[in-house]
């Protein structure tokens, strides 16, 4: 069974920055990827980044380019968000997810996490 715990949520001001980690177990995720989404309280869940494992390309929501960056630590089979420059707008429960492809539709992601808050205050 494979597991994704998140953690590293906190309250932060805003400019300031965070590092989330999703820690797996379970299985190896050469063939996988790994994403974030994120989801705020009566919004839909939303897509924020993702890596796939055996290559390192990276993808990004636009509201996130050049403020998160996504990296995965094989060893310790972990992926890791680090995130700057946050907003109030950042506000929101993160997850951790993987699947076999890369889509912005939640839905299609085979595991989660259980998820780490982050609130960004003004």
């Known amino acids: 069974q494979v597991q994704l715990v998140e953690s590293g949520g906190e309250l932060v001001q805003a400019g300031g920055s965070l590092r989330l980690s999703c820690a797996a177990s379970?299985?190896?995720?050469?063939?996988?990827?790994v994403g974030w989404f994120h989801q705020a309280p009566g919004k839909e869940r939303e897509f924020v980044a993702a890596?796939?494992?055996?290559?390192?390309?990276?993808y990004y929501a636009d509201s996130v380019k050049g403020r998160f960056t996504i990296s995965r630590d094989n060893a310790k089979n972990t992926v890791y968000l680090r995130m700057n420059s946050l907003k109030p707008e950042d506000t929101a429960v993160y997850y951790c997810?993987?699947?076999?492809?890369?889509?912005?539709?939640?839905?299609?992601?085979?595991?989660w996490g259980q998820g780490t808050q982050v609130t960004v205050s003004s």
């Open positions: 997810a993987a699947s076999e492809t890369i889509t912005l539709i939640p839905v299609t992601w085979e595991y």
């Open positions: 890596i796939n494992w055996s290559s390192g390309r990276t």
């Open positions: 379970g299985r190896t995720f050469s063939n996988y990827a």
